[in-house]
């Protein structure tokens, strides 16, 4: 099993121009795309977070258990779901406000225990900001690589909810010995300020940076030079839940070709990675030629 641990949210996404363009609420938050674009891959996967009792937090559960999501860990709270309201670019990229005070992902609890088959756990975006849940996330991902589970990390920076960044990029440095799997976008990267031989060097197995139109490349620890892949042409729709699709199809590929481990993923050849990148690709590229985060199903990636 595969666990996604981090928070959900509502988007809302406008429908036109303007200011006060309809807004339309879609599920979404980075580890829940996650955990339902695993699920529809048809990885076993499970969700780990606090989710709302209201009308959003039952949309929200009932998403990840028509995706097949385990949902035994989402943890529930009275308090409102947090609402990001999405700007779309002229290509489709999307940037987002926050009303996230007082929300009920923010008050998650650090679990006793995952479940026992649990291969790897997936973290990221608001849910490594947000105290208090924040270290609570934070105390899962060391607990469970101190237990040897794989891990991947997806900052996935969301500038607006940082109030300190130099203290932020400290906390993301430490973070880095504990992460078997690192996926950065390139805006990320430089917004970090590091570089993939630096953050190899403190720790990860593996670093995959995307680069949006320009595809995307993996670095393993002293693997020279990388592989990369092209991106997939598509019209684009708008670019919500890509970059967490291809986080799913990462550990769903890994996990196919035996390669859920940070010893495993490290020693992978260079034409497993190049398949496992290209599938994320054209995964990717589906979520894309979609409006909201919607990721796709296998069947849509058979060739």
């Known amino acids: 099993m595969i666990v996604v641990a981090g928070e959900s949210l509502i988007d809302l996404v406008p429908q036109g121009t303007g200011a006060l363009a309809p807004l339309s609420p879609r599920p979404g938050g980075g580890p829940y795309n996650t955990a339902v674009a695993l699920g529809r891959l048809g990885s076993g996967v499970a969700f780990c977070s606090r989710v709302s009792t209201d009308g959003f937090g039952e949309a929200l559960v009932g998403g990840l258990r028509a995706a097949g999501v385990d949902t035994s860990l989402v943890q529930r709270g009275p308090e409102p779901t947090t609402l990001a309201v999405a700007t779309l670019g002229a290509d489709g990229s999307a940037g987002y406000g926050f009303y996230a005070q007082g929300s009920a992902d923010r008050l998650f609890a650090l679990p006793a225990a995952l479940p026992p088959d649990a291969r790897a756990v997936a973290f990221g975006t608001c849910s490594l900001v947000l105290e208090p849940g924040a270290s609570a996330y934070e105390a899962l991902l060391r607990r469970?690589?101190?237990?040897?589970?794989?891990?991947?990390?997806?900052?996935?920076?969301?500038?607006?909810?940082?109030?300190?960044?130099?203290?932020?990029?400290?906390?993301?440095?430490?973070?880095?010995?504990?992460?078997?799997?690192?996926?950065?976008?390139?805006?990320?990267?430089?917004?970090?300020?590091g570089s993939v031989e630096e953050w190899l060097a403190a720790g990860p197995a593996a670093v995959v940076l995307t680069r949006g139109a320009a595809g995307m490349t993996v670095r393993t620890r002293g693997g020279g030079a990388g592989v990369s892949v092209p991106a997939e042409a598509v019209d684009v729709a708008d670019t919500i839940g890509a970059g967490d699709t291809v986080n799913a199809a990462l550990l769903h590929r890994l996990r196919a070709h035996g390669a859920l481990s940070a010893r495993a993923s490290a020693a992978l050849p260079a034409d497993a990675w190049a398949d496992i990148l290209a599938f994320a690709a054209r995964a990717a590229a589906i979520t894309c030629s979609r409006p909201g985060a919607d990721p796709p199903c296998a069947a849509e990636l058979e060739p």
């Open 144 to 193: 469970e690589a101190q237990r040897g589970t794989f891990t991947l990390l997806d900052p996935n920076i969301r500038p607006g909810l940082i109030p300190d960044a130099d203290a932020y990029r400290a906390r993301f440095h430490s973070w880095l010995p504990h992460v078997s799997l690192l996926k950065v976008s390139q805006e990320d990267a430089r917004w970090l300020g």
